[in-house]
């Protein structure tokens, strides 16, 4: 167990114990926290408590069965796990994608980066003090997860992105859900604001906490959000495009206060931006088309070819079976989760397993910038900035 | 999108030539990824020079993890993604490192974001980071035995160790 040694070790400090099972440390993460009165002196975090071996299952999967374990690390962003791992199996074999399923991608990636948000705002709050911020939010969640539903037939761990597209064709009635939601949405995102953004409390306790500066948050790989709030413009979706995000036209917020709230304002502008991709996303759609790249022996033949070609049936008794086997070759693929860089190299030896498949998590990643932004800082702001920094314990454990 | 790619491998791969013929010992192009092989005994300075160089200016090191290739000898590859904000490109560094000692140097002092990433595959791989301010278990216990990640560990059971509830039993006769 990790212990830590008192920076002045005379009794003018004290070490207090800050988890695991603490409900605002956002999962089991424990904080060792010197104190000097109510000040922070120093701060280790020990993580692990959730460790599942993600990485080391997947060696042992075929490389269609890991999907599945993907959905399991970040558990608000399952969709954006799936699409940057089928896209990084996608590069290795070089896969083109037809268009629609890129589209369809896209518009459910920025539904799930809209719910993770609101997971996010909601637990912030009540982190601080705001109980009807939590409730407004996972109102507008379950919408989210109600769409997720029509479409996967499942709410969180929806495995809906697959290898070379998509898993089903859109259900009826999708168009007008989706229609229903953007309509919805925007007022309740006002709504939201209207709690926060010029609330007295809210701005006393996050404005001018948690800062880093630019180039802190550069050297200790932080992306995403708070990367953004600190004035660097990089997000993955416009400076690495990925899944057509090229023909897309959104804003990316920045800020430069880089504190607790320059973050919530950036996340609610991105709530917004989200909604504009998902109505552009919406309007490329065709009815009609294919969701799934041809690649036989590599795709799923179509149901109804199993039912009548000999070499379908062969190819589909294969795939599920023995898997498909890849060139021996390595590839990175980066997309943009909420939380930030989200990454996943796969090194291939020509077998049906992955040889590795590694997740760069951005929980896991901005997490080590934590004791830089609460040293110094009072015992109060702790919780503000764990909050602030939006980790997912089991993407940082994986 | 392959082509600009391959230009920005030759660019790093030249600037680094040009600094220490020895620096770069091959550049693999796969899929509009490039990777560029470093010696293990150039890689603090090569990464160093991409970090600093006005060229270059690779000041995000995004990630960093490591490949098993047992049995094969050198058996493991270190790899480390880098971005350059600025310049809005990508590039791999590898590192192949042999089985017997495995020992690199550590990228701390270039990228003080190497810390956690160095720790975890120390952790989870045996790699031991030479020049590392805090090189301690992350994600596992720190009285766990093995590194699960290294190919030769089992993926299920521990220590080859089927769960027959064999170890319980014994533990809890007096």
Request: glycine share 6%.
């Amino acid at each position: 167990m990790t212990t830590v040694d008192t920076a002045i070790g005379t009794a003018k400090t004290m070490v207090l114990n800050m988890g695991p099972q603490h409900p605002s440390t956002h999962g089991v993460l424990r904080i060792l926290l010197e104190l000097d009165g109510e000040t922070v002196v120093k701060a280790i975090p020990d993580l692990g408590y959730l460790h599942t071996g993600i990485e080391k299952s997947c060696e042992d999967k075929t490389y269609s069965q890991a999907i599945t374990l993907t959905d399991r690390m970040d558990y608000l962003n399952p969709l954006g796990n799936n699409l940057v791992y089928c896209l990084a199996v996608e590069k290795l074999l070089g896969l083109e994608i037809p268009k629609r399923a890129q589209y369809i991608r896209v518009m459910m990636v920025e539904l799930q980066r809209i719910s993770s948000h609101l997971v996010w705002l909601g637990t912030h709050a009540i982190d601080l003090g705001a109980m009807t911020v939590f409730l407004y939010c996972f109102r507008e969640r379950e919408e989210i997860l109600n769409i997720f539903e029509l479409f996967s037939g499942q709410r969180m761990m929806t495995s809906y992105i697959r290898i070379g597209g998509l898993a089903l064709d859109p259900p009826t009635g999708w168009r007008q859900a989706i229609e229903k939601f953007l309509k919805m949405m925007p007022s309740r995102v006002d709504e939201y604001e209207t709690l926060l953004t010029e609330n007295r409390i809210w701005i006393g306790r996050t404005k001018g906490i948690g800062y880093i500066s630019a180039e802190d948050a550069v050297a200790l790989s932080m992306t995403g959000p708070t990367l953004r709030a600190a004035g660097i413009a990089y997000d993955n979706r416009k400076v690495f495009p990925y899944s057509s995000y090229e023909e897309f036209d959104f804003n990316v917020p920045t800020r430069t206060d880089s504190d607790c709230y320059a973050r919530y304002l950036i996340r609610v502008a991105e709530m917004r931006e989200s909604l504009k991709i998902i109505r552009q996303a919406l309007d490329k759609i065709s009815n009609e088309g294919p969701i799934r790249a041809e690649a036989p022996g590599v795709i799923p033949p179509q149901r109804e070819k199993m039912k009548t070609e000999m070499e379908a049936l062969i190819y589909h008794f294969k795939i599920f079976t023995e898997g498909f086997s890849p060139v021996p070759g390595e590839a990175y693929v980066s997309v943009e989760s909420p939380r930030g860089e989200l990454g996943c190299f796969i090194a291939s030896d020509g077998s049906p397993k992955p040889l590795r498949a590694h997740f760069r998590s951005p929980s896991y990643i901005n997490l080590q910038a934590l004791p830089k932004l609460i040293e110094g800082q009072l015992i109060a702001d702790v919780i503000a900035c764990i909050g602030t920094i939006d980790i997912i314990l089991g993407e940082v454990d994986r | 999108m392959t082509e600009s790619s391959s230009q920005n491998a030759n660019v790093v791969a030249e600037h680094l030539r040009s600094w220490n013929s020895k620096a770069v010992a091959e550049v693999i192009e796969f899929r509009g990824d490039t990777t560029i092989v470093i010696p293990r005994e150039f890689l603090r300075a090569a990464a160093e020079r991409c970090r600093q160089d006005a060229k270059l200016q690779y000041d995000l090191l995004s990630a960093a993890t490591c490949v098993d290739r047992f049995p094969h000898e050198p058996r493991f590859e270190l790899i480390y993604q880098l971005v350059s904000i600025p310049r809005r490109e990508k590039v791999r560094l590898k590192v192949r490192v042999s089985g017997n000692d495995p020992v690199v140097d550590s990228l701390v002092p270039v990228w003080p974001g190497a810390n956690w990433l160095e720790r975890e595959i120390f952790d989870l791989f045996g790699i031991r980071f030479h020049g590392h301010p805090d090189l301690r278990r992350i994600l596992l216990p720190e009285d766990w035995e093995g590194y699960p990640l290294r190919r030769d560990y089992p993926v299920e059971g521990y220590r080859d160790v089927p769960n027959t509830g064999e170890l319980f039993r014994k533990s809890s006769t007096p």
